[in-house]
């Protein structure tokens, strides 16, 4: 798979990255490979979903199909491993994990997260964002542990009261 790398391996966990597969590409994976179809109806969720079962391909080595649970996390079908999967505008994560249940969050930075900080920074989170030279790098580090918490587990915590 182009640009898919490992960013991470031990013998518990894998993570693995790729960016998006084109619209182009779309069509390949859907015709060329073993990969069951998708339903969904907007281009951009089509080529995350090839995106994500091409890298757990390219990750597990084998085609892998995976499914919804009642809380909506991914399970892999027929594996035993645990999964998380993220998506950002261009880019694809997944964690593997063997033993424990794993989130994983990726996002491309924008001002945008600006607009929405108060709903999920605590006081000393935001603290810690004030005195920080890059407020934005910190902010989506804030958000990306929380949203991979969040994954990890079937609560449905408050990011902001439940979370630090």
Known sequence: MQGAKIIFRDNKCIVAVSPIISENQLNDVINYSDIPGINAKSIKRRCEWATTHKLLEFVLG???TYSYDKNGK???NNRNEKISI???RNFCAVIISKIKHAGIDIEEPNDRIYRIADRFLTEDE???VDGS???IEVLY???CAK????KVTDLKPDFKENML
């Open 62 to 64: 084998e085609t892998v």
């Open 74 to 76: 991914p399970v892999l």
């Open 86 to 88: 993220s998506h950002s």
């Open 126 to 128: 935001k603290v810690w």
């Open 133 to 135: 030279p890059d407020k």
């Open 141 to 143: 580090l804030i958000w």
């Open 147 to 150: 949203e991979a918490l969040y």
